[in-house]
């Protein structure tokens, strides 16, 4: 199978989207100087070029295209070519409406902006098919290739009737019978049992509350239909070029996809990120993000999409300060990326992004974004030889699965504060704060090799999972677990106790009376913290806890907020950010894991990566730290020795 190392060569790949039929053919003359002036060693052609490449049904115009591969390859630069099936061409919409998606309320998703297809349809299938395939005949040989990207961030979801009968037929092989759906489904509660496949429709809007386990269903059969559509496509590309990766781009930490599942059917696995730039805590979005994705490639991954500057969706939309997007860049390299690509090359002028930035922003090249592109290019180019295929080892794995998401996520929930991404994100931090590096894993993946696994908050787990943290545990591993786990099975069925008994008796937890979320901004004193978000009326078994951090005050006085038998943690609430921070770099100490690197000022972020160090400064002002032993820098060729001084979002790689 081929890997991202057969396109970088020794090399981390730096550029991006190019979209060349947005300008005049003189422009790309222009372009192709500029990019071989910072360094540009890749771009990607063609996403949403659909309408121009088919004009009209079965028509094809490849000339220009074949122009630009010609001028890429004799320019030194490589091209990933995408299939450009995110954006079906206006007439294949009007000819064919049934290809158009509809949402939950019965609305049509018409053309005009992107993603407008629906998943399920039979025609829209063909015509993509029919295009990958001329793409893939035409230019499987070019020698500028050296990549395939399927679509565009896959996130289209169909509630319409064309959907439907997939919907059956993906029950139907599931099931098996409908006795078999019923009962998972729990369909005797509100008179919904079924007794025909036709009756089942997709979570369309309903009165009152959907089927909890009819919506669960429904996100998986949306994330296979979705991979369906790309394993479709990569099929043909690679049937065409065997030796050339596949890849497609994931959003970050997106809900829409079974991410474990689709990361196995990539030759590369990348992903596009928007931190946003005034976000204190972007930089620790950033890398959770990339800790996960470099788990789901079980090595390098690609940055496929970042910005330059400012993007165009949110509120306000503010620029990257100087300095930031090489530190972010670089930060995706210390976490594992042997690309670091932007959408887009040159900023439109026109459309709904032309105000999202380019690499080559409206400024032009005298402009700060472009001139700031320029150096990381040439950094990257000093740094990739001794970066690129190396690995990083983790101690700790933090547990993740999108069913448990999917499932926490109904309507019926007890509290819509939880948010999943969120509790995510906040233990993430914990560990990240204290120079702890972090892997993912699924809670049914080999532990073995962590000597700490935390599980912020799986609300759903399979018996299988259950086994797996039971096995960990036994085989001499040290697990924490977060609040409202294990609660339901894979039908999203309470299990008896509201936490499954194998789990209760590793935690200490005699009984679990009761969940005590807690209002927006509300806390709960515990022994020496607050904790937040929730909190758990819990009975422990005294006779076999070995600590308790009690609950201080209210209902739960006295009862454990955090408990622990042997090497298995129970935490009851979300502790303040101080808290948690404290408790994990406890249990990590004990558990034989230690930082990066010790006595580190706060921002600065340290990173392994095969044998470089990567020191990262997220804050404004300078700082010195002690770095033991002699290093060179590879950003600078200096010999550092003993003691290291970062600027403003500075930034060193040390080689011992």
């Not at 074949?66 to 390859?73: E, N, Q, S, V, W």
Request: proline share 6%; with cysteine.
């Amino acid at each position: 199978m081929p890997r991202l190392s057969d396109t970088t060569r020794g090399r981390i790949l730096f550029g991006g989207d190019y979209n060349p039929e947005q300008w005049p053919e003189e422009t790309w003359h222009e372009d192709v100087r500029l990019m071989k002036d910072a360094g540009v060693n890749s771009v990607t052609l063609g996403v949403f070029s659909w309408a121009r490449l088919e004009p009209e049904p079965g028509a094809r115009e490849f000339g220009w295209l074949d122009r630009l591969m010609d001028l890429m390859h004799g320019s030194g630069i490589g091209v990933v070519l995408a299939t450009p099936t995110s954006s079906p061409p206006p007439w294949l919409g009007r000819l064919h409406p049934e290809t158009l998606p509809r949402d939950a309320d019965g609305r049509i998703e018409w053309w005009g902006g992107r993603q407008h297809f629906s998943h399920s349809s039979a025609v829209y299938r063909s015509h993509a098919a029919a295009i990958t395939e001329a793409l893939a005949a035409r230019y499987g040989g070019h020698p500028a290739l050296t990549m395939w990207h399927i679509n565009n961030e896959y996130c289209t979801y169909d509630y319409g009737d064309e959907a439907a009968v997939a919907f059956h037929r993906w029950l139907r092989t599931k099931y098996g019978t409908l006795e078999a759906l019923n009962s998972a489904w729990g369909t005797a509660f509100w008179s919904q049992g079924y007794d025909t496949w036709d009756g089942v429709l997709p979570p369309r809007h309903a009165h009152y509350l959907n089927n909890p386990t009819h919506a669960l269903d429904f996100s998986r059969f949306t994330s296979d239909m979705l991979l369906e559509c790309y394993t479709a496509e990569r099929d043909i590309v690679r049937r065409h070029t065997p030796h050339i990766p596949v890849t497609t781009n994931f959003m970050p930490l997106w809900v829409g996809q079974d991410g474990w599942r689709w990361s196995e059917e990539e030759d590369v696995v990348s992903v596009d990120l928007y931190p946003d730039p005034r976000d204190p805590l972007g930089a620790q979005s950033a890398a959770l993000v990339q800790d996960l994705t470099r788990s789901q490639a079980r090595g390098p991954w690609m940055l496929m999409e970042q910005a330059a500057g400012a993007v165009n969706w949110r509120g306000v939309n503010h620029p990257k300060p100087r300095g930031l997007n090489r530190l972010w860049s670089l930060q995706a390299v210390a976490r594992g990326a042997d690309a670091v690509c932007y959408f887009q090359w040159r900023q439109s002028r026109q459309g709904a992004e032309k105000f999202h930035s380019g690499m080559l922003s409206h400024a032009g090249e005298r402009g700060r974004t472009f001139q700031e592109v320029k150096q990381l290019g040439a950094e990257l180019a000093r740094i990739g030889g001794e970066v690129t295929d190396t690995h990083i080892t983790a101690d700790i794995a933090i547990l993740h699965d999108w069913h448990a998401w999917w499932a926490g996520a109904q309507d019926g929930r007890l509290s819509t504060q939880v948010d999943h991404p969120e509790v995510v994100r906040a233990w993430h931090r914990a560990l990240w704060e204290s120079h702890l590096t972090t892997d993912f894993a699924h809670p049914e993946h080999d532990l073995s090799a962590y000597k700490l696994v935390v599980l912020p908050q799986l609300y759903l787990l399979t018996d299988a999972a259950i086994d797996n943290l039971l096995a960990y545990v036994r085989g001499g591993g040290t697990l924490v677990s977060g609040f409202l786990t294990g609660t339901a099975d894979a039908d999203d069925r309470v299990r008896p106790g509201g936490m499954d008994s194998r789990l209760r008796e590793l935690f200490g937890i005699r009984t679990l009376h009761e969940w005590w979320p807690l209002d927006a901004g509300e806390t709960v004193e515990c022994e020496g913290f607050r904790g937040t978000l929730w909190s758990e009326e819990i009975e422990p078994g005294d006779d076999i806890v070995d600590e308790v951090i009690p609950y201080k005050g209210g209902e739960l006085d006295g009862l454990p907020a955090v408990l622990r038998r042997g090497r298995s943690w129970y935490v009851s609430t979300l502790p303040e950010p101080h808290a948690l921070r404290a408790l994990l770099a406890r249990v990590a100490t004990d558990a034989g894991v230690r930082p990066v690197l010790a006595g580190l000022p706060l921002g600065v972020e340290a990173v392994r990566r095969g044998e470089l160090l990567f020191l990262l400064h997220h804050g404004r002002e300078p700082v010195t730290f002690e770095v033991p032993g002699t290093h060179r820098d590879l950003l600078t060729g200096e010999t550092v020795e003993g003691e290291v001084t970062l600027g403003r979002y500075g930034a060193a790689v040390l080689r011992p």
